[in-house]
């Protein structure tokens, strides 16, 4: 029993890491493609930041991701580590083709297709679902509004500036709103990891009668997230940073800006949102208030259309991989 829970453990630290590696994206996009940083020195940047996370944002999504999405008295062993491969494999396969995904979605898909191969529909948490789901829509169109709304408003203001001053000043902003949304990723994607291990501690009886976090899961959780963003998944850091649109310092802060707002307001709240699709939302805002030809729409059609196939996908392996180890374990 023990064995099999370490196991589980450090598959749920590989599933971080990927988040990180897939997510380094998010992070680091803008400010490689604004050219403030070069790639290296970048995924430094965001990793350090991602780490620092650990501390004074709470563990409101991981509660969520633990006790609000699958009824706790169906989870077990099993259908963690199925939920869990079903994400890796899924997060994997769109990393390699260079597709910004949702890894916290397709965490979320292979939990739900589990539990429901294991006890029906029934299993599910309506409650925690339903946010997420109409998360999936809003936290690209709030990024989106705020990254547009934040751009008109520095347009404004430096109106008068000339172009040299202006990416001079926001060369300066952009290593601070990248450390603010580096440290929102951190925070709202390293829970999701940290919900996994809570909840499977907490029903193989290592908790006690109370659910909580303990603090060395989530250092480890914030350590492996890190580390996944050092490794980069450089394909995706092309499509989000140089192919959906051009950004200069001024863009590149602005959207970092409203990404970060989203991220830490979302995180704060306990609800589990997706980086990827909160950052290219934001991007695409930005670009827009330049002119709509700015963005890539083929581009965003493909990104768009894997966030929609995320869930169900991740979903089907997840129940497929319960269905495999439950036959031969």
């Not at 680091?28 to 650990?54: E, M, S």
């Not at 979302?266 to 934001?282: D, K």
């Amino acid at each position: 029993m023990f064995e099999l829970t370490l196991l589980i453990i450090v598959v749920a630290l590989l599933f971080d890491f990927l988040n990180g590696m897939n997510d380094a994206a998010n992070s680091i996009a803008t400010i490689v493609a604004t050219r403030v940083l070069t790639p290296k020195i970048a995924v430094i940047w965001a990793a350090f930041f991602n780490f620092a996370a650990a501390f004074g944002f709470g563990v409101h999504v991981a509660r969520t991701i633990g006790k609000g999405i699958v009824e706790t008295n169906v989870i077990d062993q099993y259908l963690i580590l199925s939920a869990l491969i079903g994400a890796i494999i899924w997060t994997h396969g769109c990393t390699r083709f260079g597709l910004p995904i949702s890894v916290s979605h397709s965490l979320i898909g292979g939990l739900a297709g589990a539990a429901i191969i294991k006890a029906g529909f029934v299993s599910l948490i309506s409650g925690g679902l339903i946010k997420v789901v109409i998360f999936i829509f809003l936290s690209p169109v709030i990024g989106l509004v705020l990254g547009a709304f934040f751009m008109i408003i520095v347009t404004w203001i430096f109106r008068k500036s000339n172009n040299r001053k202006v990416d001079k000043i926001f060369k300066v902003g952009q290593l601070i709103s990248s450390a603010a949304f580096s440290l929102g990723h951190g925070t709202n994607d390293a829970q999701k990891t940290m919900g996994i291990i809570s909840i499977l501690l907490f029903t193989n009886g290592y908790l006690g009668s109370e659910f909580y976090v303990p603090f060395w899961v989530i250092i480890i959780s914030h350590t492996a997230i890190g580390l996944g963003t050092l490794t980069g998944g450089w394909k995706v850091i092309r499509t989000m940073g140089m192919k959906l649109t051009h950004l200069k310092p001024v863009g590149g802060f602005c959207a970092e800006t409203a990404g970060a707002s989203v991220l830490i307001g979302t995180a704060l709240a306990g609800i589990p949102v997706s980086t990827t699709h909160t950052i290219t939302g934001s991007i695409m805002g930005v670009g827009m208030i330049r002119r709509l030809t700015a963005v890539k729409w083929g581009v965003a059609g493909k990104i768009i259309w894997a966030w929609i196939l995320t869930i169900p996908l991740s979903g089907i392996i997840g129940a497929l991989v319960y269905l495999v180890i439950k036959q031969f374990l």
